[in-house]
C-alpha cells in the first residue's frame, strides 16, 4: 500500500508508480511546442531563473496533490526559522500522538519512536525522504502557536496558506500539513505547485535534504535513524536535485521536481500520473533540449523502505 500523505483514511492506495528495474522505454518525438506522451492529469515547467512559463498541461486546474503538500511544511519551516523563529537546531521530542496519527490515517512514516529527540533540522530529512507524516506533525506542532497540538497545527496551517498567498499560489489552499486532507480542502494546481518548489529550492536547507538519496540522522538517546529518498528519479536522471513525491487515492502519483543543467534550472510539477518518472524524464529531455530520448534505469529503493 502507499504510505503517502494525501490518502484518505479508510482507502487503501496502490503503491505508487513502482516500475520495474531496466531501462525505460524511449521518449516519443519531441513535440516544437512542449513535450509529447505526457500522461499526468496536470503538469507544468519552469525556468527557475528566469522566472518564466516554459510549457504546461492543466496548469491551472486545482487538484489534490497529496505529499507534495511538505514541500510547503519544509519551506514554512526554513522561513520562520530564518525569520527569528525557532532554529533549526531546535530539539523536538516525539510525542506518542505523532505515532498515534500516522496509524489511525494510515500515513507515511518516518517511524520516529516515541521519547527520542532529534533537531527541527533533522525532521526535515524525516518529513522529506521517507515522507513522514509523523515527523510533518513534529514539525507543525513545534512552529504553530497555541496551548494545545490541536491550535498549533491549525495556526501552522493557516501559516501555510498565508504562505501560499504571498507566493501568488492564487488556486491553492492547505487543510494538512502532510496531505492528509480530512476535508478534501488540501488542493493545488500544475502552476502553483512549479511556484512551489521553485521558492522551496531558495533554501539551503531545503536543497541540502532533497537532494540526498539517503539519510542517517542520529537521535539525542543515540538511536540511529536511515531514511531514503522516495524520489527516485533522484540519482537516475542527470541534474536532478530533488523534489518531492506523493500519492494519493484522489491524488494519484504527483511529483514536483527540480534539475540544473549547464547553470539553468527548471522546476517541474506532475499531478495524477501513473507515469510520473517517464513523463518527468520527456519533460526534462525537451525542456533541456536534448535531441536523444533518456532511457531511464530507476534508482531502486531497498526492500523496507517507504514508498510514496
Known amino acids: 500500500m502507499s504510505k503517502a500523505g494525501g490518502r484518505a483514511a479508510a482507502a487503501a492506495v496502490a503503491a505508487g508508480a513502482v516500475l520495474a528495474a531496466g531501462p525505460l522505454a524511449p521518449a516519443q518525438a519531441q513535440a516544437a511546442g512542449g513535450p509529447s506522451g505526457i500522461k499526468a492529469k496536470g503538469a507544468f515547467l519552469l525556468d527557475s531563473g528566469a522566472n518564466k512559463t516554459l510549457?504546461?498541461?492543466?496548469?491551472?486546474?486545482?487538484?489534490?496533490?497529496?505529499?507534495?503538500?511538505?514541500?510547503?511544511?519544509?519551506?514554512?519551516v526554513t522561513s520562520l526559522s530564518a525569520g527569528g523563529g525557532k532554529s533549526l537546531d531546535t530539539k523536538v521530542t516525539v510525542?506518542?500522538?505523532?505515532?498515534?496519527?500516522?496509524?489511525?490515517?494510515?500515513?507515511?512514516?518516518?517511524?520516529?519512536?516515541?521519547?527520542?529527540?532529534?533537531?527541527?533540522?533533522?525532521?526535515?530529512?524525516?518529513?522529506?525522504?521517507?515522507?513522514?507524516?509523523?515527523?510533518?506533525?513534529?514539525l507543525a506542532d513545534t512552529y504553530g502557536k497555541g496551548g494545545t497540538s490541536a491550535k498549533r497545527?491549525?495556526?501552522?496551517?493557516?501559516?501555510?496558506?498565508?504562505?501560499?498567498?504571498?507566493?501568488?499560489?492564487?488556486?491553492?489552499?492547505?487543510?494538512?500539513?502532510?496531505?492528509?486532507?480530512?476535508?478534501?480542502?488540501?488542493?493545488s494546481t500544475p502552476r502553483d505547485m512549479a511556484k512551489l518548489g521553485?521558492?522551496?529550492?531558495?533554501?539551503?536547507?531545503?536543497?541540502?535534504?532533497?537532494?540526498?538519496?539517503k539519510g542517517v540522522q542520529k537521535a539525542t538517546n543515540g538511536r540511529t535513524y536511515t531514511w531514503y529518498n522516495t524520489n527516485k528519479l533522484l540519482g537516475s536522471y542527470k541534474g536532478v536535485t530533488g523534489i518531492k513525491t506523493g500519492t494519493g487515492t484522489a491524488a494519484g502519483p504527483c511529483l514536483v521536481f527540480s534539475a540544473t543543467r549547464n547553470g539553468r534550472t527548471v522546476i517541474g510539477t506532475i499531478l495524477n500520473s501513473n507515469d510520473r518518472y517517464p513523463d518527468a524524464t520527456r519533460m526534462l529531455d525537451w525542456a533541456f533540449k536534448q535531441k536523444t530520448a533518456t532511457k531511464l534505469t530507476l534508482r531502486q529503493l531497498p526492500p523496507g523502505a517507504q514508498r510514496d
Do not use: H
Open 95 to 138: 510525542k506518542k500522538e505523532y505515532r498515534d496519527y500516522v496509524t489511525k490515517w494510515g500515513g507515511s512514516t518516518a517511524d520516529l519512536r516515541t521519547g527520542d529527540k532529534l533537531t527541527a533540522r533533522q525532521l526535515l530529512y524525516a518529513l522529506l525522504l521517507p515522507s513522514g507524516c509523523d515527523a510533518a506533525y513534529a
Open 198 to 213: 521553485r521558492y522551496a529550492m531558495t533554501s539551503k536547507n531545503v536543497q541540502t535534504v532533497v537532494k540526498s538519496t
Open 153 to 187: 497545527t491549525a495556526d501552522f496551517i493557516a501559516k501555510m496558506n498565508k504562505k501560499a498567498a504571498q507566493l501568488g499560489m492564487k488556486n491553492t489552499k492547505f487543510d494538512s500539513f502532510d496531505g492528509i486532507s480530512k476535508g478534501g480542502k488540501n488542493y
Open 55 to 76: 510549457w504546461g498541461k492543466g496548469s491551472d486546474t486545482r487538484r489534490q496533490m497529496a505529499s507534495t503538500t511538505k514541500v510547503m511544511t519544509a519551506a514554512l
